[in-house]
């Protein structure tokens, strides 16, 4: 431990008699922005907006998909009609190769269902060779 040189005790500073003036430290502080539930309640009615623009969003969406699918299902009896007439083509174009190809074989029958007894349908490819547009 260390003693001081004049071996007196120390000198302290005190407050004046009757203390310091009070401070009005509201002057100096200043506006740190808005309130908390200022800022809560401008937030949840941003959130509220875009809910609500999702959803007008999500009802028209659906109203021009209800719309396209409508469309769809009036032009599906002419986009078959045209498939029909397609295949038909394929399938005239193939029994007369195959009508040709076969003309020596007396026992052949054109498109006669030579693994059973009903008829099947061909398969219909986009690679199919036997065809050309």
Do not use: C, H
């Amino acid at each position: 431990m260390s003693y001081r040189p004049s071996g007196l005790p120390p000198i302290q500073d005190m407050p004046p008699p009757g203390g310091f003036p009070e401070q009005d430290i509201t002057k100096a502080i200043k506006s740190r922005g808005p309130k908390g539930w200022q800022l809560w309640l401008g937030s949840s009615v941003i959130m509220m907006y875009g809910f609500y623009r999702v959803g007008q969003n999500n009802q028209e969406r659906a109203a021009m998909k209800l719309a396209e699918r409508r469309l769809r299902f009036q032009m599906a009896p002419y986009l078959q009609a045209e498939a029909d007439l397609e295949f038909l083509k394929r399938e005239r174009d193939i029994t007369a190769r195959t009508k040709w190809a076969m003309q020596d074989v007396e026992s052949w029958k054109p498109q006669s269902p030579y693994y059973g007894n009903r008829w099947t349908p061909p398969r219909v490819s986009d690679m199919d060779l036997n065809f050309k547009k």
